[in-house]
């Protein structure tokens, strides 16, 4: 299994993140973005606060500090194993020096993991464990979350794991013809997407609800947000109009988005300090070629 580069950043100003990247093996193209690392040191027992960007669903397992973490309405705090759906809204959380293990689970790997519709916990988060549709992946937990097992034993537990519960799913090339439009593609309306796709609107709503979790017309209006929220992450210093995407009509549309998918105005976004997902993305971008999940392929080259 290939590793990406190390990526280690800090600010000076009391903590430091690491952050490792590791390819899955061929077997799962198109299910994983990554199977990630990262390392979080925070001075004198200290806390820090960030926002995760809407995404896939994500599987996360922490060992040290656990994050108090929330979505919308859903509270996590103190588990070992958090498990989040696909999200069209930030992931506010608060950390203390730890290690996490995390895994995106594409729509694909949803389709293959997952025996419930993406869109029964979209915007969702809960203690993995508690939740039948995760419950499966906290048989990792105690090996993830035991510093003293070495970090190559915990990455093929991960890929053990996924190899055993792995099923097919009929519907993977709808699948993967909708993922790489979404990510390739700059579509005007729905039936637009659904031609680039080869398929009825009616049946790509159905793949979009059971696999992706959002109708078509979200998924395209995120991906747009994404696009932009990540170019502003990479450039420092740049202003809004710089990092928005073209597809918006006026900066008055791109506020109106912004504060649907992240809850706040871009100002006050901008004003926040952002520890932790600066380096992520920025790292994720050097070392794996897209700075966010929604972003990846659905196949890598």
């Known amino acids: 299994m290939a590793k990406g580069h190390d990526i280690e950043r800090s600010k000076g100003t009391g903590y430091s993140v690491r952050s490792d990247f590791y390819t899955p093996p061929a077997e799962f193209d198109g299910c994983f973005t990554t199977f990630y690392h990262l390392s979080l040191t925070v001075a004198d027992g200290g806390t820090i606060t960030d926002l995760i960007l809407p995404e896939y669903s994500n599987i996360r397992f922490f060992s040290g500090a656990r994050p108090d973490a929330r979505i919308g309405e859903f509270h996590v705090a103190g588990s070992r194993f958090t ?65 003293e097992i070495p970090r190559e034993e915990q990455l093929a537990a991960i890929a053990e794991h996924m190899r055993r519960h792995m099923r097919p799913s009929r ?16 579509f005007p309306t729905v039936g637009d997407l659904a031609d680039a796709c080869a398929m009825s609107v009616r049946t790509l709503e159905r ?12 998924l395209m209006r995120r991906q747009r947000f994404i696009r932009s929220l990540a170019t502003f992450m990479l450039h420092q210093g740049s202003r809004w109009t710089e990092a928005m995407d073209g597809d918006y009509h006026d900066q008055a549309q791109f506020t109106r988005e912004f504060r649907e998918f992240m809850t706040m105005n871009p100002s006050e976004y901008a004003a926040l300090d952002h520890p ?14 897209s700075a966010a999940q929604a972003l990846d392929q659905p196949m890598r080259d």
């Open 207 to 218: 793949v979009c609800r059971r696999y992706f979790g959002f109708t078509p017309k979200t």
């Open 276 to 289: 932790i997902i600066a380096s992520f993305l920025e790292a994720r971008a050097r070392v794996w070629g």
């Open 171 to 186: 519907d993977e090339p709808k699948i993967l013809r909708v993922h790489k439009a979404l990510v390739d593609g700059e």
């Open 83 to 147: 498990a989040t759906g696909p999200s069209a809204r930030p992931c506010a959380f608060e950390l203390g020096s730890s290690e996490m293990w995390g895994v995106g689970l594409l729509p694909l790997g949803w389709a293959r993991l997952v025996n419930v519709d993406a869109s029964q916990c979209a915007n969702g988060l809960w203690d993995g464990a508690t939740h039948p549709a995760f419950a499966d992946f906290d048989a990792m937990t105690p090996i993830l979350c035991d510093p």
